[in-house]
T-cell receptor, first 113, second 114 residues
Framework: ETGVTQSPTHLIKTRGQQVTLRCSSQ?????VSWYQQALGQGPQFIFQ???????GRGNFPPRFSGLQFPNYSSELNVNALELDDSALYLC????????????FGEGSWLTVV | DQQVKQNSPSLSVQEGRISILNCDYT??????FLWYKKYPAEGPTFLIS?????DKNEDGRFTVFLNKSAKHLSLHIVPSQPGDSAVYFC?????????????FGKGTKLSVKP
């Protein structure tokens, strides 16, 4: 139990649609990161939010966007869904952005058909 | 270009024996390394970490060794137990940067047989 909760756990969307995934970070953690894990791969960094500001971004197109709220919970939005977006989306929280121990939620499984 | 590599997709070990999982990295700027364990349908769980100023860190049955000159780290599990069966991810980061994103390997699936 990491204290990081994500919703929904599973969802199916059609190509071209939009999706919003949600994350509640562990109490006291002000930094949230999102990762995409495709089948057979390790998690890949999408972006990080620190105190409601984007604090870094991986190699993902602009149709991947996010928000962090004052209570440090977060959303990941993906527009114009493509079949390759089918993956496990992981939210991770940490005490700060410095790369210390990061705790992951159980993930949201997205299938795009 | 994969900066963190786990070259063994799978490993099978007998219960009670040692499990050794290996990881190589290419970026000499990495200064902090972590191992995560992942069961199916769960998120990765933090296992153990090591700073680049150390060459060994131990926590119970788990020990991580770091060889900076070879850009290689390994996770030793002694003795291995059936409950250790999971996918193990090696991850690296640069803590001196402005963000602490982790770079993961592809994982090694460990099977511990009773």
């Amino acid at each position: 139990e990491t204290g990081v909760t994500q919703s929904p756990t599973h969802l199916i969307k059609t190509r071209g649609q939009q999706v919003t995934l949600r994350c509640s970070s562990q109490s006291g953690h002000n930094t949230v990161s999102w990762y995409q894990q495709a089948l057979g791969q390790g998690p890949q960094f999408i972006f990080q939010y620190y105190r409601e500001e984007e604090n870094g971004r991986g190699n993902f197109p602009p149709r991947f966007s996010g928000l962090q709220f004052p209570n440090y919970s977060s959303e990941l939005n993906v527009n114009a869904l493509e079949l390759d977006d089918s993956a496990l989306y992981l939210c991770a929280s940490s005490h700060d952005y410095s790369g210390n121990t990061i705790y992951f939620g159980e993930g949201s499984w997205l299938t795009v058909v | 270009d994969q900066q963190v590599k786990q070259n063994s997709p799978s490993l099978s070990v007998q219960e009670g024996r040692i499990s050794i999982l290996n990881c190589d990295y290419t970026n000499s700027m990495f200064d902090y390394f972590l191992w995560y364990k992942k069961y199916p349908a769960e998120g990765p769980t933090f296992l153990i970490s090591i700073s680049s100023i150390k060459d060994k860190n131990e926590d119970g049955r788990f020990t991580v060794f770091l060889n900076k000159s070879a850009k290689h780290l390994s996770l030793h599990i002694v003795p291995s137990q059936p409950g250790d069966s999971a996918v193990y991810f090696c991850a690296a980061t640069f803590r001196g940067g402005s963000q602490g994103n982790l770079i993961f390997g592809k994982g090694t699936k460990l099977s511990v047989k009773p």
